[in-house]
T-cell receptor, first 114, second 113 residues
Framework: NAGVTQTPKFQVLKTGQSMTLQCAQDMNHNSMYWYRQDPGMGLRLIYY???????DKGEVPNGYNVSRLNKREFSLRLESAAPSQTSVYFC?????????????FGPGTRLTVT | AQSVAQPEDQVNVAEGNPLTVKCTYSVSGNPYLFWYVQYPNRGLQFLLK??????LVKGSYGFEAEFNKSQTSFHLKKPSALVSDSALYFC???????????FGSGTQLTVLP
């Protein structure tokens, strides 16, 4: 069981470039999430997918798009990167959305936008 | 909207001493409460959760947390700290009817040998 995997681990972009962060889970979880982590701010939810075929905005969705490709995969796209999007991005999954389910996190992608 | 406060950015404790990492929350209705730990350059790992029932919850690696409804707190505790417990700890809350989990800003725990 690999759990939650993310690619790439590191990325440097120039302002205005685009990229897609990939996430996959092998735990047959229904719900998946994208967070960003900034110093002193904890984790903030960007988008989530409660189940295959659905996506919803979180706390900080501006500048991002997501695709729930299938039950296993949930990608995050930056269409035109900005320096404010420099952050560490975490993907997570959980068995369900509503309920006491804990979330399982990937190792993160460290993104720098210059 | 729900919120979580971790009032201490940094907690230092000597190895073998008890440790406490504080968390208070604000939420409408009954909450689910979680503690996660993050080691350097790693993702978050689940430690324990409060759902309902017994106010003292036991979790991984000897950690426990006490739910106090009147003080809206969910402090993380361990009777005897280890150097290997040094990490960043996050408290999180979700109302029972909601999908979104809200995290605190994190507390850096350093256990001194």
């Amino acid at each position: 069981n690999a759990g939650v995997t993310q690619t790439p681990k590191f990325q440097v972009l120039k302002t205005g470039q685009s990229m897609t962060l990939q996430c996959a889970q092998d735990m047959n979880h229904n719900s998946m999430y994208w967070y960003r982590q900034d110093p002193g701010m904890g984790l903030r939810l960007i988008y989530y997918s409660a189940s295959e075929g659905t996506t919803d905005k979180g706390e900080v969705p501006n500048g991002y798009n997501v695709s729930r490709l299938n039950k296993r995969e949930f990608s995050l796209r930056l269409e035109s990167a900005a320096p404010s999007q420099t952050s560490v991005y975490f993907c997570a999954s959980s068995e369900g959305g509503i309920g006491s389910y804990e979330q399982y996190f990937g190792p993160g992608t460290r993104l720098t936008v210059t | 909207a729900q919120s979580v406060a971790q009032p201490e950015d940094q907690v230092n404790v000597a190895e073998g001493n008890p440790l406490t990492v504080k968390c208070t929350y604000s939420v409408s209705g009954n909450p689910y409460l979680f503690w996660y730990v993050q080691y350097p350059n790693r993702g978050l790992q689940f430690l324990l959760k409060y759902i309902t029932g017994d106010n003292l919850v036991k979790g991984s690696y000897g950690f426990e947390a006490e739910f106090n409804k009147s003080q809206t707190s969910f402090h993380l505790k361990k009777p005897s700290a280890l150097v290997s417990d040094s990490a960043l700890y996050f408290c999180a809350v979700r109302p029972q009817a909601a999908r979104q989990l809200t995290f605190g800003s994190g507390t850096q725990l350093t256990v001194l040998p």
